[in-house]
């Protein structure tokens, strides 16, 4: 665990806080500054995720580097992540597009 994961899991916590305040009272700018502020914790905790991985992976590289079959396996593994990484970022910006069709035709 690093910075990075605490202060995602922090930003969390204060985004749920202000958003169930903004919907309490009616603020739908405070409500909505609190989910952003949950979307914000969650990309800084993965963004931590991401730098343990990789750091734990630099670690097994080094540790097998003089055996070849563990480059071929920390290749893998590095393209693995690296895939997962891109159709997250993917799925993400189909949910916002979803999203802000959704607003669109709410507005129209």
Same mark, same amino acid.
């Given at each position: 665990?690093?910075?990075?994961?605490? #202060?995602?899991?922090?930003?969390?916590? =204060?985004?749920?806080?202000?958003?169930?305040?903004?919907?309490?009272?009616? #603020?739908?700018?405070?409500?909505?500054?609190?989910?952003?502020?949950?979307?914000?914790?969650?990309?800084?905790?993965?963004?931590?995720?991401?730098?343990?991985?990789?750091?734990?992976?630099?670690?097994?590289?080094? =540790?097998?580097?003089?055996?070849?079959?563990?480059?071929?396996?920390?290749?893998?593994?590095?393209?693995?992540?690296? #895939?997962?990484?891109?159709?997250?970022?993917?799925?993400?910006?189909?949910?916002?597009?979803?999203?802000?069709?959704?607003?669109?035709?709410? #507005?129209?």
């Amino acid at each position: 665990m690093n910075k990075d994961n605490i #202060s995602g899991k922090f930003d969390q916590a =204060a985004g749920k806080i202000k958003q169930g305040v903004g919907e309490a009272v009616g #603020s739908q700018k405070l409500a909505n500054q609190g989910a952003a502020q949950q979307v914000k914790g969650h990309a800084k905790e993965a963004w931590g995720n991401v730098k343990d991985a990789a750091s734990d992976l630099g670690a097994k590289a080094r =540790a097998g580097a003089r055996n070849d079959n563990a480059r071929g396996t920390t290749h893998d593994i590095r393209e693995s992540v690296t #895939s997962t990484a891109q159709n997250v970022k993917e799925k993400i910006n189909r949910g916002l597009e979803g999203l802000n069709d959704g607003l669109k035709k709410k #507005s129209a």
